[in-house]
């Protein structure tokens, strides 16, 4: 069945950088797009990024430029490389795909950006 893991996230002081890592099974990976999403405390899930499976990125315009998206398809993984963090950034990070006209979420990997 599929299955999406993610990993990497931690306590960060505002400023730094941290890399999320999904890995992902049950599906043939290279022929799908993969997205990142997060959820703030008391907030809706909200897009970050999607990479396409020919390797065509977007991203939520208030974060161009900090953050990364990207995947290797060799290892069944998505990447999201987060730069220049700060406090708002803080929430649990998600990758998600849409296989067969279902979404599969992985279990989320909290993110804290504190001083």
């Known amino acids: 069945q599929v299955q999406l893991v993610e990993s990497g996230g931690g306590l960060v002081q505002p400023g730094g950088s941290l890399r999320l890592s999904c890995a992902a099974s049950?599906?043939?990976?290279?022929?799908?797009?993969m997205s990142w999403y997060r959820q703030a405390p008391g907030k809706e899930r909200e897009l970050v990024a999607i990479?396409?499976?020919?390797?065509?990125?977007s991203s939520a315009d208030s974060l161009k430029g900090r953050f990364t998206i990207s995947r290797d398809n060799a290892k069944n993984t998505v990447y999201l490389q987060m730069n220049s963090l700060k406090l708002e950034d803080t929430a649990v990070y998600y990758c998600?795909?849409?296989?067969?006209?279902?979404?599969?979420w992985g279990q989320g990997t909290q993110v804290t950006v504190s001083t």
């Open positions: 990479i396409s499976f020919g390797g065509s990125t």
């Open positions: 998600k795909v849409h296989y067969r006209l279902q979404q599969y």
């Open positions: 049950g599906f043939t990976f290279s022929n799908y797009s």
